[in-house]
């Protein structure tokens, strides 16, 4: 089992649509949660973090679920710029960023 | 630009060639990592520095790749003897120590195609 998946995808969207997409990982004790965005043949780039109580910047809402070992991120009103693959981002220790461990990333197109 | 910075960004070497990669982290980061990524994947662990020390390895290190961070500023990966499957992106990526410090920032990435 791959310590973060994630469905790859593509989703395409119509603009101002919500989409979401999901996540689990298998590390029970993983402490961290982020995730990152990612445009073509460019680094990723921080989106969020996730927080157990969930959050929400924006038209990006970020949920954890411990008991499930699964992470969401939700994107209202999407728009054209939105498009872009979505890395789930988990770090198993306590205090350390070292070895943060990505998923495969899940695909967005938001088309007119 | 106070960014991570990687040179050069894209390489194209001969197979069985060596290939280094240079990264200079944001300069009050004390924590340096390189990652790698292929084609529909997504970034994966190589290597982790805290100051001049490597802390940790991955198993994908194989004994061809070696990387350096000799004053605890800039960092090296070497690649010997390079190997088609070696081609991919080379990411470094950079970090604060601390409580807060574990959101990691990463460079523009260099391109390694290996012919």
């Known amino acids: 089992r791959k310590e973060v998946e994630q469905d790859p995808g593509p989703f395409n969207v119509p603009e101002g649509a919500t989409v979401a997409f999901n996540c689990t990982y298998s590390n029970s004790a993983s402490q961290s949660f982020f995730w990152y965005r990612q445009d073509c043949r460019k680094e990723p780039k921080l989106l969020m973090s996730v927080y157990s109580s969930g959050n929400e910047d924006g038209r990006f809402t970020a949920q954890l679920n411990r008991a499930s070992q699964y992470i969401s991120l939700l994107i209202r009103d999407s728009k054209l710029s939105d498009s872009a693959t979505y890395l789930c981002v988990v770090n198993p220790q306590t205090g350390t960023a070292s070895k943060l461990t990505f998923g495969t990333g899940t695909r967005l197109q938001v088309t007119l | 630009d106070t960014g991570v910075s990687q040179n050069p960004r894209h390489k194209i070497t001969k197979r069985g060639q060596n290939v280094t990669f240079r990264c200079d982290p944001i300069?009050?980061?004390?924590?340096l990592y390189w990652y790698r990524q292929t084609l529909g994947q997504g970034p994966e662990f190589l290597t982790y520095?805290?100051?001049?020390?490597?802390?940790?390895k991955s198993r994908l290190l194989s004994d061809r790749f070696s990387a350096e961070r000799p004053k605890g500023s800039f960092s090296t990966l070497e690649i010997q003897r390079t190997e088609q499957g070696d081609s991919a992106m080379y990411l470094c990526a950079s970090s604060p120590q601390g409580l807060w410090g574990n959101t990691i920032y990463f460079g523009e990435g260099s391109w390694l195609t290996v012919v």
């Open positions: 300069s009050e980061h004390n924590r």
């Open positions: 520095f805290q100051n001049e020390a490597q802390l940790e």
